[in-house]
């Protein structure tokens, strides 16, 4: 843990106590700040204070001599309505920050030059922030991850020299962050997400914007409009900005294209390294994460050939593009974090031959954006509450079958693609929806996805990926 000493002996109030909440509460109380924590469940305030903290409810305290209100990402700010915690901060006139603010004035305080990337983007952040972590790794350094990802911030190791820092940032945590200063900032992409928390699409962009604005370095992707405006707007300033991407080839920066890695500089271009034949790695969209995680790593000024070296071993990101195991031509793609149409066409884009099983509760617009990808797809097999309505959009463009739960749909994909004789076949979760209507979450989906290959009777030429 990094205990939070900018407070020390100063009042705090926290509202959110949830895993991250709870863990900068403590951050805050090690550090020596009188810390006031609250949360609208009643449960999690009884066991922060089962865990010795100071708990009150935050509309019956004296606001008077609170420097901070610090603020879980997930309570809203702004939109749809400020909660009420910030509404009684903003009217007593206190900062209101949350843990990666925190990180960051520690950080600063203790070692500011223990090199701290963070990353941000509508997708591929989460797979570019493991990438990221994993090649620092290769390359014999010590690295903390967390973040967004998973581990709070504050849960990390304290900074010292020579410690590296791969940070995922979701745009709630920008928000609260008004002095995020990473040595390398990474904006991956933008698309309409979480615009009931920021109102407005302009509004989200501008708040992934202050990630990269205040790096020492900006890797910028420039696949889409609104980002490669970013890009533009840095460079005015005259910041130093890196440009990436996965879907276009650039006259300066570092792009990915037909499996290979390449930089340009002033309309030159070399190859640098070689993605294909790295499942982890498959589709444009994993060329823009891997031209951004070689990009942080050469601003860091580490070798790039050994950068290169290290992408080949990287095992990916659990339930994203996940390759569980191949069985002689087929392999079983565990693609869970896929819930919504635009995360699975990352996916469908990344196969010629495919076996889908979809479903679970729909988002909006269901699958029917996903067109273009339907020549690849041999058979669909559907779960879940959606598995109607998706009938309905693939009737008539492609064979489907209502397979009912997961399991029964991994059956049935797995006896038709023994009789496929293409040189690979892809059998793909890649759900389009939430998986609340049969799990919890997407992750208990991805292990019940997992569960059910592995039951599936081998044919002696089974190789265990994952």
Same mark, same amino acid.
């Given at each position: 843990?990094? @205990?939070?000493?900018?407070?020390?002996?100063?009042?705090?109030?926290?509202?959110?106590?949830?895993?991250?909440?709870?863990?900068?509460?403590?951050?805050?109380?090690?550090?020596?700040?009188?810390?006031?924590?609250?949360?609208?469940?009643?449960?999690?305030?009884?066991?922060?204070?089962?865990?010795?903290?100071?708990?009150?409810?935050?509309?019956?305290?004296?606001?008077?001599?609170?420097?901070?209100?610090?603020?879980?990402?997930?309570?809203?700010?702004?939109?749809?309505?400020?909660?009420?915690?910030?509404?009684?901060?903003?009217?007593?006139?206190?900062?209101?920050?949350?843990?990666?603010?925190?990180?960051?004035?520690?950080?600063?305080?203790?070692?500011?030059?223990?090199?701290?990337?963070?990353?941000?983007?509508?997708?591929?952040?989460? =797979?570019?922030?493991? &990438?990221?972590?994993?090649?620092?790794?290769?390359?014999?350094?010590?690295?903390?991850?967390?973040?967004?990802?998973?581990?709070?911030?504050?849960?990390?190791?304290?900074?010292? @020299?020579?410690?590296?820092?791969?940070?995922?940032?979701?745009?709630?945590?920008?928000?609260?962050?008004?002095?995020?200063?990473?040595?390398?900032?990474?904006?991956?992409?933008?698309?309409?997400?979480?615009?009931?928390?920021?109102?407005?699409?302009?509004?989200?962009?501008?708040?992934?914007?202050?990630?990269?604005?205040?790096?020492?370095?900006?890797?910028?992707?420039?696949?889409?409009?609104?980002?490669?405006?970013?890009?533009?707007?840095?460079?005015?300033?005259?910041?130093?900005?890196?440009?990436?991407?996965?879907?276009?080839?650039?006259?300066?920066?570092?792009?990915?294209?037909?499996?290979?890695?390449?930089?340009?500089?002033?309309?030159? $271009?070399?190859?640098?390294?070689?993605?294909?034949?790295?499942?982890?790695?498959?589709?444009?969209?994993?060329? $823009?994460?891997?031209?951004?995680?070689?990009?942080?790593?050469?601003?860091?000024?580490?070798?790039?050939?050994?950068?290169?070296?290290?992408?080949?071993?990287?095992?990916?990101?659990?339930?994203?593009?996940?390759?569980?195991?191949?069985?002689?031509?087929?392999?079983?793609?565990?693609?869970?974090?896929? =819930?919504?149409?635009?995360?699975?066409?990352?996916?469908?884009?990344?196969?010629?031959?495919?076996?889908?099983?979809?479903?679970?509760?729909?988002?909006?617009?269901?699958?029917?954006? &996903?067109?273009?990808?339907?020549?690849?797809?041999?058979? =669909?097999?559907?779960?879940?509450?959606?598995?109607?309505?998706?009938?309905?959009?693939?009737?008539?463009?492609?064979?489907?079958?209502?397979?009912? =739960?997961?399991? $029964?749909?991994?059956?049935?994909?797995?006896?038709?693609?023994?009789?496929?004789?293409?040189?690979?076949?892809?059998?793909?979760?890649?759900?389009?929806?939430?998986?609340?209507?049969?799990?919890?979450?997407?992750?208990?989906?991805?292990?019940?996805?997992?569960?059910?290959?592995?039951?599936?009777?081998?044919?002696?030429?089974?190789?265990?990926?994952?």
């Amino acid at each position: 843990m990094i @205990p939070v000493t900018t407070f020390e002996n100063r009042k705090v109030a926290l509202f959110g106590l949830g895993g991250s909440g709870l863990v900068t509460a403590h951050a805050l109380k090690d550090g020596g700040a009188d810390v006031v924590c609250f949360d609208d469940n009643s449960s999690r305030v009884e066991q922060a204070a089962a865990e010795g903290l100071h708990t009150q409810d935050l509309r019956e305290m004296d606001w008077s001599d609170v420097v901070a209100l610090v603020l879980a990402p997930g309570v809203p700010l702004t939109h749809p309505v400020p909660h009420w915690s910030v509404d009684l901060a903003r009217g007593a006139g206190v900062e209101i920050v949350g843990d990666v603010e925190l990180f960051c004035r520690e950080r600063r305080k203790l070692c500011p030059s223990a090199p701290l990337i963070a990353i941000t983007g509508t997708n591929g952040k989460s =797979t570019t922030t493991a &990438l990221v972590a994993h090649l620092l790794r290769e390359l014999g350094l010590d690295v903390q991850i967390g973040g967004n990802i998973g581990t709070p911030v504050l849960e990390l190791q304290p900074p010292q @020299p020579g410690r590296h820092y791969v940070v995922e940032c979701s745009s709630y945590q920008i928000d609260l962050a008004p002095t995020l200063d990473p040595t390398v900032g990474i904006h991956m992409n933008l698309s309409p997400d979480h615009l009931d928390r920021h109102g407005t699409m302009e509004n989200y962009a501008a708040i992934k914007e202050r990630l990269v604005a205040g790096a020492k370095v900006a890797v910028v992707g420039v696949d889409d409009l609104l980002s490669s405006a970013i890009a533009d707007r840095l460079e005015l300033a005259r910041k130093p900005v890196c440009r990436i991407a996965g879907e276009k080839e650039l006259t300066s920066g570092i792009y990915a294209r037909h499996g290979r890695l390449f930089e340009a500089h002033d309309g030159t $271009q070399s190859e640098v390294a070689l993605l294909g034949g790295i499942d982890s790695l498959r589709g444009d969209h994993n060329g $823009q994460n891997a031209a951004a995680a070689f990009a942080a790593l050469r601003a860091l000024e580490l070798p790039a050939a050994k950068i290169a070296a290290a992408m080949k071993s990287f095992p990916g990101l659990h339930h994203r593009m996940e390759i569980v195991t191949k069985q002689g031509r087929v392999l079983f793609v565990n693609d869970s974090k896929a =819930t919504n149409a635009d995360a699975a066409a990352r996916a469908l884009s990344s196969f010629d031959r495919i076996y889908w099983i979809a479903g679970g509760r729909a988002k909006a617009g269901g699958i029917s954006s &996903l067109d273009e990808y339907f020549p690849k797809i041999v058979k =669909t097999f559907l779960i879940g509450e959606a598995a109607e309505d998706f009938a309905k959009t693939l009737d008539g463009r492609v064979p489907y079958k209502i397979s009912g =739960t997961l399991s $029964q749909a991994v059956i049935d994909a797995a006896e038709e693609a023994a009789e496929d004789e293409a040189e690979e076949i892809a059998i793909l979760l890649s759900p389009a929806c939430a998986s609340f209507d049969q799990y919890p979450n997407f992750e208990l989906r991805g292990a019940a996805f997992v569960d059910a290959v592995r039951a599936l009777p081998g044919d002696g030429n089974t190789q265990e990926v994952a």
